[in-house]
């Protein structure tokens, strides 16, 4: 495994334009033909536009393949391209080395974002990967509804009883729920 994680490069690429069947299949299929994988990717519609994301990991003759073809996706896709080749990720010195989550589910309200990240922002909490989603809920009344998953790193020096208090606060103020509470989670670093 740390041969694999060694010999390979990490890249973005973003897609953004008209929308079409097939558009994520085309940005997967333009990795894979140039030995990639894809280790996360978000599709996502507005109105007739569309914006897709794919994290790649390759090794670095392949990230190199991908740059130089990008025009070439252009074309196929009618779309904007941005690739953006990337270092591997690192883990700053004054936080923990483990990756930590959470899920909440709260009343889709302005502010409920910008309330969450100052609370990560007042623990020193270093966001890495964040995805929040809204739908509408049904009953009793139909209203919106917002999920957010947080994937973070901690400081070293952390007061995770101070902080599960101001979530929880936070989550009520926004009458939420707090699905999974703060807890350790698998995986590696550019995956989130």
Same mark, same amino acid.
């Given at each position: 495994?740390?041969?694999?994680?060694?010999?390979?490069?990490?890249?973005?690429?973003?897609?953004?334009?008209?929308?079409?069947?097939?558009?994520?299949?085309?940005?997967?299929?333009?990795?894979?033909?140039?030995?990639?994988?894809?280790?996360?990717?978000?599709?996502?519609? *507005?109105?007739?536009?569309?914006?897709?994301?794919?994290?790649?990991?390759?090794?670095?003759?392949?990230?190199?393949?991908?740059?130089?073809?990008?025009?070439?996706?252009?074309?196929?896709?009618?779309?904007?391209?941005?690739?953006?080749?990337?270092?591997?990720?690192?883990?700053?010195?004054? *936080?923990?080395?483990?990756?930590?989550?959470?899920?909440?589910?709260?009343?889709?309200?302005?502010?409920?974002?910008?309330?969450?990240?100052?609370?990560?922002?007042?623990?020193?909490?270093?966001?890495?990967?964040?995805?929040?989603?809204?739908?509408?809920?049904?009953?009793?009344?139909?209203?919106?509804?917002?999920?957010?998953?947080?994937?973070?790193?901690?400081?070293?020096?952390?007061?995770?009883?101070?902080?599960?208090?101001? +979530?929880?606060?936070?989550?009520?103020?926004?009458?939420?729920?707090?699905?999974?509470?703060?807890?350790?989670?698998?995986? +590696?670093?550019?995956?989130?």
């Amino acid at each position: 495994m740390a041969d694999i994680v060694e010999n390979y490069q990490h890249a973005a690429l973003w897609l953004i334009g008209p929308d079409m069947p097939g558009l994520l299949r085309l940005g997967a299929t333009y990795v894979l033909d140039r030995g990639g994988n894809i280790d996360k990717d978000i599709a996502d519609k *507005f109105g007739e536009k569309a914006v897709v994301f794919l994290s790649i990991t390759a090794d670095p003759d392949g990230i190199r393949q991908m740059d130089q073809d990008k025009e070439q996706l252009k074309r196929d896709s009618g779309c904007g391209v941005v690739f953006q080749p990337m270092n591997s990720p690192t883990v700053p010195d004054k *936080f923990q080395q483990e990756l930590h989550g959470f899920d909440i589910v709260t009343d889709d309200r302005p502010g409920m974002i910008a309330d969450l990240t100052g609370l990560l922002d007042k623990f020193g909490v270093l966001i890495v990967g964040h995805a929040g989603e809204r739908y509408i809920a049904e009953l009793p009344q139909p209203h919106a509804r917002g999920g957010q998953k947080c994937v973070v790193l901690l400081p070293k020096e952390f007061d995770l009883p101070g902080f599960t208090r101001e +979530l929880d606060a936070l989550v009520w103020k926004y009458n939420g729920m707090i699905k999974t509470p703060l807890r350790r989670v698998p995986g +590696l670093l550019w995956w989130w």
